[in-house]
């Protein structure tokens, strides 16, 4: 099918498709969206005691990633979205490239968002016995204030400048049950993090991160001291149900902190979070 033109509210899907062989349901498209506003579509959240029902067994591997879903299904394409909205978000210039031959998926995507461009390319054997996807990641500057303030939680800090740019690039390996990111490298303003990020298994978000900063000035990313004293005068929580959650392992260390006008360095600590449990332990500086 060429000079294929489909409508819905006001998307507009123009393009091309084919099947090349019936038998394989060989398939190659070219696709171009006008936009969408995936948040019109998106119904309003349900009750939360309504609708989380207890977890059963049958559940227990609703997170594992149909990675192998395309084995043995020949295909090419590419599709690009103009503009895109989900969650408050605004992606332009969106472009998604596939190709699976012999089992072999490559993929790329890039993006602009919040300021900033993102790109992910990558490729790998879908019809192993472990299903695997590798390959890079980037970032350049981005907003992280623009992107807060998109998803409704503009940031209050003390430096109204902070928060304006994140970049950072990264390997990153995805399997059906887990994701890493190694070597993970980060420009967050003026501070730099390499470091790693792991998820060993979606279903209990196992994540092991391990970060090294060279600097980071704290203060500047606290509330502004008029905000921070009327939080003062609100009774402090401690958020014991987040913590309950989190199974964490990781390491922290930063050469120079400056944190409640106290200036710190050669900052050190082991995190390790699980069954309810957090320790920080060792920490000096």
């Known amino acids: 099918m060429s000079d294929l033109e ?3 509210d006001d998307t507009l899907l123009t393009g091309r498709l084919g099947i090349d ?11 171009q969206l006008n936009g969408m506003d995936l948040d019109r579509y998106v119904e309003e959240p349900a009750d939360q005691e309504a609708s989380s029902p207890a977890t059963s ?20 394409g590419q599709l690009q979205i ?31 968002t919040a300021g900033g461009s993102f790109s992910i390319t990558g490729s790998g054997d879908i019809a192993a016995t472990n299903p695997h996807l590798s390959g890079t990641a980037e970032l350049s500057s981005l907003s992280p204030r623009q992107l807060l303030t998109a998803l409704g939680e503009p940031p209050q800090t003390a430096d109204p400048a902070v928060l304006s740019d994140l970049s950072g690039t990264s390997q990153w390996r995805l399997t059906s049950r887990s994701i890493a990111l190694d070597p993970l490298n980060l420009q967050l303003d003026k501070t730099s993090a390499p470091g790693s990020l792991k998820i060993d298994d979606f ?26 004293a009327e939080e003062a005068e609100t009774d402090a929580e401690i958020p014991v149900d987040e ?8 390491t922290l260390q930063v050469q120079e902190l400056t944190a409640l006008k106290l200036r710190l360095q050669n900052l050190q600590a082991d995190i390790a ?11 000096k500086a």
Do not use: C, H, M, W
């Open 243 to 250: 913590i309950r959650e989190l199974n964490l392992t990781g």
């Open 273 to 283: 979070a699980a069954d309810g449990v957090l320790r920080l332990a060792p920490l």
């Open 6 to 8: 489909l409508t819905r």
């Open 82 to 112: 103009a503009q895109l909205r989900a969650a408050g978000v605004d992606v332009t210039n969106l472009d998604f490239a596939l190709e699976n031959k012999a089992n072999r998926l490559a993929l790329s995507l890039n993006g602009d």
């Open 203 to 228: 279903d209990q978000l196992a994540a092991r991160v391990a970060l090294s900063l060279d600097r980071l000035d704290l203060d500047a990313y606290l509330p502004p001291e008029d905000a921070a």
């Open 57 to 76: 067994a049958a559940d227990a591997d609703a997170t594992t990633l149909p990675l192998d879903a395309l084995k043995d299904v020949p295909l090419q």
């Open 21 to 31: 062989d019936f038998e394989t349901l060989a398939l190659r498209f070219d696709l």
